[in-house]
């Protein structure tokens, strides 16, 4: 399954859901896909090689938070997130140049109950998305806004549909957005959820100390380029599957510890265009010498790697 360039600019701009009660949370999280070789579109490897480092952080400051009658908030808070990304590459800066990644958000955002079964979520915000961050561009620098309404179908269900405005075509458009978390809890506990990503594990609590689970993620980033005096966007998209220990230290500490492996690791390139950002499949890449422009239905992509990663979560009960 791909994590499409859509999702990346859409979904990824409702950073904040609250849970009942509302609290203040803090994550961080570095990540590393061990180095594999490099194929292109058709599968054919070119002799260059690359590994990806990251670390994520991500705080959740409410301002307000009103519970109504059914114990549903009323808040405004604040969002802040980011991610930088570290391309360590081997002989392909002829097919693709960038070495870095940054990808940041703050939003400002309000979510409020319509009745018992209905809640609706306002965001306001800006994010940066660029390769170069010596000089950031103004066409890095997304203005983003949206509105979605949680379906809270049951105790352990909620999904929501909505819609995003953005300019990540360099001026303003409406993009559906979709949101999904299901839990189970018990002695295995199961989620599935999609807004910032998309992830799925099952884990079982040991004590109060310590879980171990299992976890799947897909997930992407970009940045906004200029290639051959074109406005274009640099995509990279992964996924991991991984055996995950959480070490529990007390009610508001953990340390999730992920060891797995990555099937692949995808970069390309999409021109900045309405008909390229919706054709998911298309992508742009260049051949060993950096000269020849390739259009593929396939994307280049990393081999299978290892993956690790250690972060730190913190949540603050009101």
């Known amino acids: 399954m791909e994590y499409k360039l859509m999702n990346i600019v859409t979904i990824s701009f409702f950073i904040i859901i609250f849970g009942n009660n509302g609290y203040a949370q803090i994550e961080i999280k570095s990540e590393y896909i061990t180095s594999s070789k490099f194929k292109d579109a ?7 090689k690359g590994d990806l480092k990251t670390i994520d952080g991500s705080v959740q400051v409410p301002i307000s938070i009103k519970m109504n ?3 549903k908030p009323k808040a405004w808070a604040v969002a802040l997130s980011g991610t930088y990304a570290s391309l360590g590459n081997e002989n392909l800066s002829k097919i ?3 070495s870095e990644i940054l990808n940041a958000q703050v939003g400002l955002i309000h979510i409020r109950p319509l009745n018992d079964k209905w809640s609706m979520m306002a965001l306001l915000g800006v994010g940066i998305f660029t390769s170069d961050l010596d000089k950031i561009s103004g066409k890095a620098i997304l203005g983003q806004g949206g509105v979605l309404f949680i379906r809270h179908a049951k105790q352990n269900l909620d999904w929501g549909v909505g819609v995003a405005l953005n300019n990540a075509l360099g001026y ?3 993009f559906p957005s979709f949101y999904l978390d299901w839990r189970l809890d018990g002695k295995y506990q199961f989620n599935l959820s999609m807004y910032n990503s998309f992830k799925v594990g099952v884990a079982t609590q040991f004590n109060d100390k310590f879980k171990l ?5 897909f997930k992407g980033l970009m940045s906004a380029v200029n290639k051959d005096g074109k406005d274009m966007y640099f995509v990279t998209q992964y996924g991991y599957l991984g055996l995950q220990p959480e070490f529990l230290l007390g009610k508001s500490l953990s340390i999730p510890i992920t060891i797995g492996v990555s099937m692949s690791r995808e970069v390309y390139y999409k021109d ?3 008909k ?3 054709d998911d499949d298309k992508s742009i890449s260049y051949d060993n010498n950096g000269f020849n422009k390739i259009e593929s239905d396939k994307h280049p992509s990393f081999g299978v790697s290892a993956y690790g990663s250690i972060g730190l979560k913190y949540k603050f009960q009101r």
């Open 42 to 48: 058709d599968g054919n490897k070119l002799g260059g």
């Open 272 to 274: 900045r265009t309405i």
């Open 96 to 98: 693709y140049s960038e």
């Open 213 to 217: 689970g299992l976890i799947g993620e």
């Open 172 to 174: 303003p458009m409406i």
């Open 69 to 71: 009658e059914n114990n």
């Open 276 to 278: 390229a950002f919706f």
